[in-house]
């Protein structure tokens, strides 16, 4: 038994050594220092929380961070009141308008998208903001509702230092080209395809 463990134990450290070595060459690889554009897709759930969890993150380490939302704002969520109550210092705006499948006015829904991107793109040309959260942005480009050109080209030209994480299904090809981190969340089980109902803090 003795004899087991001992193999398995200098099997085990061989194995991690080797890991490490593998680890320890790509971050010294990874010599750029840059501000990075992140891309959370997909239809699973999370993709929205998980750029709120780099916000915290960010606020952590004392940066500036900026934060708008497409689509959502009818409905309060989790989010939104923990910042506006305890992170004054997040600019927060939220287009307002609810989800484009509910308010049905595609007039309407273009007019606010443009009056959000309004309050969005002096953001992507601030050098003050260190992070900046896109959230549900990639409806607008597939809806359309925003010139795909002008916010990729507003997406590439940010200040170097910058980063950003844009969220949400689809957008096309092009802006997945643009972004270093593109992770897809993908919809494997969701409680509400089991007639479970949304809940408060988990869901929104």
């Known amino acids: 038994m003795t004899d087991?463990?001992?193999?398995?134990?200098?099997?085990?450290?061989?194995?991690?050594?080797?890991?490490?070595a593998k680890v320890d060459a790509a971050i010294a690889a990874a010599g750029t220092e840059r501000g990075v554009a992140v891309l959370l897709t997909g239809n699973g759930k999370g993709k929205s929380s998980s750029a709120f969890g780099m916000v915290i993150r960010a606020l952590g380490y004392g940066q500036k961070v900026g934060v708008v939302q497409f689509i959502k704002g009818q409905q309060l969520s989790g989010e939104e009141m923990y910042l506006?109550?305890?992170?004054?210092?997040?600019?927060?705006?939220?287009?307002?308008?609810?989800?484009?499948?509910?308010?049905?006015?595609?007039?309407?829904?273009?007019?606010?998208?443009k009056k959000t991107w309004?309050?969005?793109?002096p953001m992507l040309e601030d050098a003050r903001y260190d992070l900046v959260v896109l959230?549900?942005?990639?409806?607008?480009?597939?809806y359309k509702y925003l010139e795909e050109a002008m916010v990729l080209q507003a997406l590439s030209s940010r200040p170097e230092s910058q980063s950003?994480?844009?969220?949400?299904?689809?957008g096309?090809?092009?802006?997945?080209?643009?972004?270093?981190?593109?992770?897809?969340?993908?919809?494997?089980?969701?409680?509400?395809?089991?007639?479970?109902?949304?809940?408060?803090?988990?869901?929104?």
């Not at 600019?91 to 007039?107: I, N």
């Not at 309004?118 to 793109?121: G, I, M, S």
């Open 164 to 170: 950003i994480v844009v969220t949400g299904r689809g």
């Open 172 to 204: 096309g090809s092009g802006i997945q080209e643009i972004m270093d981190t593109v992770s897809e969340i993908k919809d494997v089980k969701h409680a509400y395809a089991a007639g479970i109902k949304a809940r408060q803090g988990v869901d929104y």
């Open 118 to 121: 309004a309050v969005a793109q």
């Open 135 to 142: 959230d549900e942005l990639t409806y607008m480009i597939g």
């Open 4 to 20: 087991d463990k001992t193999r398995q134990d200098a099997k085990h450290k061989a194995s991690m050594e080797k890991q490490k």
């Open 84 to 113: 506006r109550e305890h992170c004054p210092q997040v600019d927060f705006y939220q287009m307002g308008t609810g989800f484009t499948w509910d308010t049905q006015d595609r007039s309407g829904d273009i007019a606010e998208a």
